[in-house]
């Protein structure tokens, strides 16, 4: 302010000196008139580019060459501006960040006005409702989803609970389940959230299923039981009968002892860490322990047949030895004979059984057991490695089936990054492949013999 006091009074001075040297004192009042003018044009002239770039507000557009009170104005302008464009940045930046958190969150997020338009809405609610985030934005959400359960929803406008809806990928053989709600905020806004509870609802009608299983697997033994017990106390029984009557509650017993050490290997391996890839198992001694299994069971369920199961196993190994398998032993014995025993259990005394290993291209193997037996219906094979399920319960029953073995046979798989591959035809029996990858199995130096041995007949 002092200096522009200073230039003022310094214009006037020289005006009137000027204009005194030249015309005297009208001169010296012209003159100094004059020098007035003049500053208050040039200050009105800086004036207006200061305003000019204040209506631009572009921070690189201000003004260089201001001194004064005006280049002060223009100095302390230009720092708050800039501080204020930082804080603009550091907003943006945390608002991108904000945004992109949304983006990847599991559920689907849609803002709506007080109109009901779509704001905004993220990947996951695209993909619930097939929206298009540019295309769609601005649309009325009702006139997008259709769905005459989320229409009387949404007009109802009780938001207190959810609605539940079909996804729109949603299929008969893969259902999909979505969980809908909207939470109003603000002058009229709204907040969708969808989650899909597919896995929920599936892992929830398993829980019951696998309760209902359990329970009529439990109680029918104990119901058989309590009656040879009612009867054994109430009767007086020759010894015949009791020692028939014990024979059946035995087997009974055995049989719930059965499915109790079946779901207790279950959650032995669902709860244990997978095997490591230190420990070899030989894969000559796993298939003689396995061989010897089925023969067993093969002579223990056809020594009253007049004809018995033909039984196919690999040729013994040669020198070199037959490979090895990363794993666990007993799992991997398990699981192998498992498959063994339902088709010594499942096919009749006169047919046959044939087991074998294959080395492949790639590196890995396939053992596969191959039988004879009345085949499976192609509609019942996705649901074989469920717990309890069972193509013919009858069947199942007088085998002395849980129910489980396909089920533990499929963890103790997963475990050791093998697959089950099941092929089947209804009256010309089943194949059960298992696949190792290349990085659980290790060939000998000479690839083993192709050709199978009959063992039985």
């Keep these: 302010m002092t200096w522009r006091v200073f230039i003022f009074s310094f214009s006037q001075a020289m005006g009137l000196l000027l204009g005194w040297w030249y015309a005297g004192a009208w001169g010296a009042a012209l003159g100094g008139a004059f020098a007035g003018w003049c500053w208050f044009a040039s200050d009105l002239w800086r004036g207006a580019r200061v305003l000019r770039w204040f209506r631009s507000g572009e921070l690189d557009a201000a003004p260089q060459d201001m001194h004064g009170l005006w280049g002060l104005a223009v100095d302390r302008v230009r720092r708050l501006l800039r501080i204020q464009q930082q804080q603009v940045q550091e907003y943006q930046r945390r608002l991108d960040d ?140 020759t010894a015949e009968e009791q020692t028939r009557y014990l024979a059946l509650m035995a087997q009974q017993s055995a049989r719930m002892q059965s499915v109790v050490q079946g779901l207790l290997t279950l959650s032995r391996l669902e709860e244990s860490p997978r095997p490591g890839m230190g420990g070899w198992v030989s894969l000559q001694h796993l298939l003689e322990h396995c061989a010897d299994e089925g023969r067993a069971l093969s002579q223990l369920l056809t020594r009253h047949q007049a004809r018995h199961h033909l039984m196919i196993f690999p040729l013994p190994a040669p020198p070199e030895g037959m490979g090895e398998i990363a794993g666990i032993q007993t799992e991997l014995q398990s699981a192998l004979s498992n498959l063994i025993s339902n088709a010594v259990r499942y096919t009749p005394a006169s047919g046959t059984i044939e087991v074998s290993w294959r080395w492949q291209d790639d590196g890995g193997a396939v053992f596969a057991v191959r039988d004879t037996g009345p085949g499976i219906d192609a509609v019942h094979i996705p649901r074989l490695t469920e717990r309890f399920y069972r193509v013919d319960r009858s069947r199942s029953r007088e085998t002395g089936g849980t129910g489980l073995g396909l089920a533990i046979v499929k963890h103790v798989l997963q475990r050791h990054d093998a697959t089950l591959h099941i092929q089947s035809t209804l009256g010309q029996g089943s194949t059960f492949s298992v696949h190792f990858p290349a990085s659980r199995v290790r060939a000998p130096v000479g690839l083993p013999h192709a050709a199978t041995l009959v063992s039985g007949s």
């Design 98 to 237: 904000v945004f992109a958190a949304l983006q990847a969150s599991p559920n689907g997020l849609v803002l709506l006005d007080s109109q009901g338009h779509i704001e905004w809405c993220n990947k996951t609610a695209c993909g619930h409702f097939g929206f298009d985030a540019e295309r769609d934005q601005m649309q009325s959400l009702g006139n997008l989803v259709r769905d005459p359960d989320f229409t009387a929803y949404y007009n109802g406008k009780d938001y207190s609970h959810d609605v539940v809806l079909q996804g729109r990928l949603s299929t008969p053989a893969r259902p999909v389940r979505l969980s809908v709600q909207i939470y109003p905020h603000g002058q009229g806004r709204k907040l969708m959230i969808s989650r899909d509870i597919t896995a929920l609802e599936q892992a929830e009608a398993m829980r019951r299923d696998f309760v209902a299983n359990v329970s009529h697997e439990i109680r029918t033994p104990l119901t058989v039981l309590a009656g040879f017990v009612e009867t054994l106390q109430t009767l007086q029984l």
